[in-house]
C-alpha cells in the first residue's frame, strides 16, 4: 500500500517561507519521478515542481528562483523550499510519485495547504 503523507504547510505573511516534506511509505522510493503540484480555489491543480529519479528538476516559471525542490532517497522523503511566497502562492500543495513500468503508476498525498496572507 503507496502513501504518501505531506506536511510543512501553514500560514505565512508575503515574503515569508515554508518547507513542505512528503514522507513516502513507497517500495524503492530512489525510483519514482516525484513532483509537487498545487490546486488554488476555483482554478485546475497545477504543476509547481519536479525531481526525477535521477535529480533533474524542473519548476513552474511562476515559482523559478523562488522554491526548491529536493529529495532524500535515505528517508523516502520529498521536501520543498519556498521562500519569497507569495498570496498567489495560497493552494493546497499535493505531493505526487510515478513511475513507468508496465505501465504509468502514479500516486498522490492528500494535500497541505499554504495560505499567503497579511
Known amino acids: 500500500q503507496v502513501q504518501l503523507v505531506e506536511s510543512g504547510g501553514g500560514s505565512v505573511q508575503p515574503g515569508g517561507s515554508l518547507r513542505l516534506s512528503c514522507a513516502a511509505s513507497?517500495?524503492?522510493?530512489?525510483?519514482?519521478?516525484m513532483g509537487w503540484y498545487r490546486q488554488a480555489p476555483g482554478k485546475q491543480r497545477e504543476l509547481v515542481a519536479t525531481i526525477t529519479s535521477r535529480g533533474s528538476t524542473n519548476y513552474a516559471d511562476s515559482v523559478k528562483g523562488r522554491f526548491i525542490i529536493s529529495r532524500d532517497n535515505a528517508k523516502n522523503t520529498l521536501y520543498m523550499q519556498m521562500n519569497a511566497l507569495k498570496p498567489e502562492d495560497t493552494a493546497v500543495y499535493y505531493c505526487?510519485?510515478?513511475?513507468?513500468?508496465?505501465?504509468?503508476?502514479?500516486?498522490w498525498g492528500q494535500g497541505t495547504q499554504v495560505t499567503v496572507s497579511s
Open positions: 513507497i517500495n524503492i522510493f530512489s525510483l519514482y519521478d
Open positions: 505526487k510519485a510515478s513511475r513507468q513500468m508496465f505501465k504509468l503508476f502514479e500516486y
